[in-house]
């Protein structure tokens, strides 16, 4: 009976984490060399890291999504520094879009997009007025926003 009960915990901790995880390197899989470093410099040491997705590799499990969800919510509602982004496969190009509100407040839209096949990489930066995760698709929804591209990498 124990062993019954073991082998259903068991079940139930692996159902409860299959999916998509950010893991403590998800991050390193997005934008450039000195991509990520570029947003934690911009972002700041205390932001909340509400995770990095790859969204080719599949649809993250709904325990995931409502966590990655409800982090940049509340990170939103009380003010605080975060980010978060994915990647995806838009229509014929890898697509990383990461969100952020960097140290002096303001929302961030950075887009890191190249071809399938390696070439005509682009990068839009962009301050927006707000910006939110859908629950459901995980995907980036960023309103009234100015582009703001200085180079290659984000700076203050």
């Avoid at 990655?68 to 229509?91: D, E, N, Q, W």
């Avoid at 839209?109 to 071809?115: A, E, G, L, S």
């Avoid at 990068?123 to 698709?137: F, G």
Wanted: charged letters at 20%; aromatic letters at 8%.
């Amino acid at each position: 009976m124990r062993l019954a009960a073991l082998v259903s915990s068991l079940l139930l901790c692996a159902c409860a984490t299959a999916g998509t995880e950010p893991s403590g390197n998800a991050w390193s899989l997005s934008g450039y060399e000195g991509f990520v470093e570029s947003i934690d410099a911009f972002v700041g040491p205390s932001a909340v890291d509400c995770g990095f997705f790859n969204l080719i590799e599949g649809k993250p499990a709904p325990a995931v999504r409502r966590r990655a969800h409800a982090c940049v919510k509340s990170a939103i509602a009380s003010g605080l520094a975060f980010k978060y982004g994915t990647k995806r496969l838009p229509i014929d190009s890898y697509a990383t879009e990461i969100v952020v509100r960097a140290a002096d407040g303001k929302f961030w839209m950075i887009v890191f997009d190249v071809m399938i096949d390696g070439e005509a990489a682009q990068q839009w930066n962009r301050i927006c007025q707000a910006v939110a995760v859908d629950p459901k698709t995980m995907i980036i929804d960023a309103r009234e926003c100015v582009e703001n591209s200085t180079g290659k990498l984000v700076t203050k």
